[in-house]
């Protein structure tokens, strides 16, 4: 056995002897055969690396692209099983809107309603000593009118005039509130347990036409803007 295994030995060392500046196509069948797997080996790496490897990325993100397109089709499906109620909601939502633009007055009507929250006030038997619009916030589709509000009067009274404009059929909000004891009032006293409220009431209203026109212009050139940048 160990002869044989001798043999074999020299026999292979034999296929390996004196290639040297032979040509390959006259070299013994291992070598030959050594040498064709190694330049198939090299062909199949150069043709991964060149060729193969790019097809098996664009594969990879055909299925990726089949996966989102799957997924965007079993929403829409959804979406088309649920239409009659989606169409509802969209009915319920619409009428909500239509009642929140009720609550909003428009700028005509702004004079109106301010006069409103100081009757509010008076007809609680309330004093004024500060009723002071600022300047109106015009936001996207709304206007934010504040007014300072300094009011003196019992704590009933403020209870009662605070819930006298969360009644109101138009929107009013009463915003950094803050209650202090007033014992004097022009160098008069006044009743025991008198309280002054400091507060911002905001109230809002629907813009006009020229004023969205505006908000859609000034929102058009901050677009061209920042698209110059």
Do not use: C
Not at 66 to 79: C, G, I, M, T, W
Not at 127 to 153: H, M, S, W
Request: glycine share 8%; net charge neutral; hydrophobic share 40%.
């Amino acid at each position: 056995m160990a002869t044989d295994l001798k043999q074999l030995d020299e026999v292979l060392k034999d296929q390996f002897r004196n290639l040297s500046g032979v040509h390959p196509g006259l070299w013994p069948i291992l070598p030959r055969m050594l040498l064709a797997l190694g330049v198939a080996a090299v062909a199949v790496a150069g043709g991964y690396f060149l060729y193969w490897q790019s097809q098996y990325e664009e594969l990879e993100a055909g299925a990726q692209k089949e996966v989102q397109l799957r997924d965007e089709f079993k929403q829409k499906v959804a979406q088309a099983v649920n239409l009659e109620e989606l169409k509802r909601q969209k009915e319920q939502v619409d009428k909500y809107v239509v009642q929140m633009e009720k609550q909003l007055p428009g700028k005509a009507e702004m004079a109106a309603l301010l006069s409103d929250i100081n009757n509010a006030g008076t007809g609680r038997g309330l004093t004024f000593e500060l009723f002071k619009p600022n300047r109106v916030d015009v936001k996207d589709y709304y206007a934010e009118q504040p007014i300072e509000l300094r009011v003196n009067g019992s704590y009933h009274d403020l209870g009662a005039f605070a819930g006298d404009l969360a009644g109101m059929a138009r929107i009013v909000t009463l915003n950094n509130v803050s209650l202090d004891v007033k014992a004097k009032e022009g160098g008069k006293d006044l009743p025991a347990g008198t309280l002054q409220l400091n507060a911002i009431a905001k109230t809002f209203r629907y813009l006009d036409p020229e004023e969205v026109a505006e908000q859609r212009k000034v929102a058009n050139e901050k677009k061209k803007g920042d698209k110059k940048k």
